[in-house]
C-alpha cells in the first residue's frame, strides 16, 4: 500500500466514521464505483485525460451518481481524487481504506490453506480456531493446495502458521539433518 493511498484512506476513513456512516453500505457503494470503473475503458479513459477538465471530470462523476447512489463523502473522495489528478489510485485508495477499518474494527485477514475442500462445519470450526490464534475477529480466504498433504497452513499478516503434513515433514528431515 502506498503512502498516497494510505493517506486518502485515512481522511476518507476519519469522515466515515465521524459520519456514523454505515460502512457496510458505503462499501457496496465504493464496489459499485469499482465495478463501474473496471468495466468502462470509456470512463478510465475520460478520468485520465488530462485534456479534459477536472471540472468537467467531477460533472460527469456526478452524472454517473445519480445512477450510482454514493453517499457524499464516497462522491466527494472520488472528486478529490480527480482534482487531485489521482484517480488512477482508486483501487489502491480503496484497498488501503478497507484494510484500515478492517484494523479499526478489530479483524484480521487471514489466509487458509488446505490440502481438501472443507465442509461448513470443518469451516466454521476452522474459522474459530484461526480467531483465538489470532486474537481477533478474522476474515478467512480459503485456498486449495494438494501439496500440503493435509493438515492446514494459516497466514495472518507476515506470520505463517504450519500444520500442514508437508511442512512437518520438512522440520522432521532438518532435526534429522541438523542432529
Known amino acids: 500500500m502506498s503512502a498516497l493511498a494510505s493517506r486518502y ?31 468502462s475503458a470509456e470512463l ?11 471540472s468537467q471530470k467531477v460533472a460527469f462523476l456526478d452524472t454517473l451518481n445519480k445512477k450510482l447512489g454514493m453517499a457524499v463523502p464516497l462522491r466527494n473522495l472520488i ?18 481504506y478497507r484494510q484500515q477499518m478492517q484494523e479499526r474494527l478489530g479483524i484480521k485477514q487471514a489466509e ?16 474459530a480456531g484461526v480467531g483465538k490464534l ?17 493438515g492446514t497452513v494459516v497466514r495472518i499478516g507476515s506470520t505463517v502458521y504450519d500444520g500442514s503434513v508437508r511442512g512437518r515433514l520438512e522440520r522432521l528431515r532438518e532435526e534429522m539433518n541438523a542432529g
Open 9 to 39: 484512506a485515512n481522511a476518507f476513513l476519519e469522515v466515515v466514521t465521524s459520519a456514523k456512516l454505515d460502512t457496510a453500505a458505503v462499501d457496496r457503494q465504493l464496489n459499485d464505483f469499482l465495478a463501474t470503473w473496471d468495466g
Open 44 to 54: 478510465r479513459a475520460l478520468f485520465s485525460n488530462p485534456a479534459v477538465a477536472a
Open 79 to 96: 472528486a478529490v481524487l480527480i482534482d487531485n489528478d489521482r484517480i488512477m489510485s482508486v483501487h489502491d485508495v480503496a484497498e488501503a
Open 112 to 127: 487458509i490453506v488446505t490440502a481438501r475442500e472443507l465442509d461448513a462445519i470443518e469451516r466454521e470450526a476452522l474459522i
Open 134 to 150: 489470532a486474537g481477533a475477529r478474522i476474515e478467512p480466504t480459503f485456498k486449495l493446495d494438494k501439496s500440503i498433504l493435509g
